[in-house]
């Protein structure tokens, strides 16, 4: 079954770069995402890599994909204090569904 | 913002009740997604809408049902409601072929007592 798992907790200073990692089962898996999640909100979508693409830069986030070892990881650069908040990593591995991982906690100390 | 809505947003209700929550789609899009958030945790795939009809279907019993209308608007009841219903209940839209890019609401917050 499909499992995406990432750490649960982040903390950078403001300017900083963070790393969030999550690593994936569905070797199906045709696209990947990173959602942000602030308190008492639903989640935003911040960017998505299509399985055949290695590398996918939008302004400040970057996202790198390793699909033999089923890793992704999102790069945000010059991290703000507006960025803390709840990322989630999730996969597609068809039409039915989105599967999401439990979420890393990112805190930005000014 | 992302066009999607729920209503209502806070619910509180008690064990053994029912409960029907909606969710107004994006404009343009013809799927719709459910998700159940529990506190500190991930969203978990409830069940997914096309076409009016159930579309595939998460680890969540047949107490857990939905609807589909021809507006693309969607409800997502819940019979004999248990304590560890309570959580935060996404709805999400998206257009079937584009990537299956989902754009939530804010979500419903289910209190069960």
């Known amino acids: 079954g499909e499992d995406v798992e990432q750490s649960l907790f982040l903390s950078v200073r403001e300017g900083d770069s963070s790393v969030i990692n999550c690593t994936y089962t569905d070797s199906s898996s045709t696209y990947l995402y990173w959602y942000k999640q602030e308190p008492g909100a639903g989640l935003q979508l911040l960017t998505y890599i299509f399985s055949n693409m290695d590398m996918k830069q939008d302004q400040r986030l970057t996202v790198l994909l390793n699909k033999k070892d089923k890793h992704l990881s999102l790069r945000i650069a010059d991290t703000q204090t507006g960025d803390s908040a709840i990322y989630f990593c999730a996969e597609n591995g068809g039409y039915q569904k989105v599967t999401f991982g439990t979420g890393t906690k990112l805190q930005v100390i000014p | 913002e992302t066009g999607v809505t729920q209503s209502p947003t806070h619910l509180i209700k008690t064990r053994g009740q029912q409960v029907t929550l909606r969710c107004s789609s994006q404009?343009?899009?013809?799927?719709v997604s459910w998700y159940q958030q529990a506190l500190g945790q991930g969203p978990q795939f409830i069940f997914q809408?096309?076409?009016?009809?159930?579309?595939g279907r998460g680890n969540f019993p047949p107490r857990f049902s939905g609807l589909q209308f021809p507006n693309y608007s969607s409800e997502l009841n819940v019979n004999a409601l248990e304590l560890d219903d309570s959580a935060l209940y996404l709805c999400?839209?998206?257009?079937?072929?584009?990537?299956?890019?989902?754009?939530f609401g804010s979500g419903t917050q289910l209190s069960v007592l």
């Open positions: 999400a839209s998206s257009y079937r072929g584009a990537n299956e890019k989902l754009f």
């Open positions: 404009s343009g899009h013809n799927t």
């Open positions: 809408y096309y076409r009016e009809e159930e579309n």
